[in-house]
């Protein structure tokens, strides 16, 4: 009676130690994601910073449609704008590129910027996580 008690108890012991070890993994899987995910979008954002600032920068200087490569660093990552007239677009028209960084994890949006009524505005944001 008391060996066949040893080996049920032995196999519980088995079992919840797989268990255990399942639950491990999953919760370490669950992190890994969450903290991917978390990295991602503090990137982006960092990029959607580097955009505000472009058009900060460029104000309402309609001859300011380029200017070279721009950074710094906040918030435990980095940001990096820079700004540009593609030979395709008309005069009142610019390019900009802006990178965020956080963590390994890299986000570029490019924005199309237009002068109109005296300032630089937005015309369209596109979006690449690398």
């Known amino acids: 009676m008391g060996t066949s008690k040893i080996v049920m108890l032995s196999g519980l012991y088995v079992i919840l130690g797989f268990y255990t ?8 899987t669950n992190y890994s994601t969450a903290l991917n995910s978390t990295s991602i979008a503090q990137a982006e954002q960092l990029a959607q910073t580097g955009v505000s600032l472009a058009l900060a920068y460029m104000a309402d200087n309609s001859s300011l449609y380029s200017f070279s490569t721009r950074s710094l660093s906040t918030m435990g990552g980095t940001v990096a704008y820079a700004s540009s007239r593609p030979a395709s677009f008309p005069v009142t028209q610019s390019q900009v590129t802006a990178t965020g960084t956080f963590n390994g994890k890299q986000v570029i949006m490019t924005a199309v910027f237009h002068y109109y009524g005296g300032r630089w505005k937005i015309l369209k944001v596109y979006r690449e996580t690398v």
């Open 21 to 28: 070890l399942s639950f491990n993994r999953v919760d370490e």
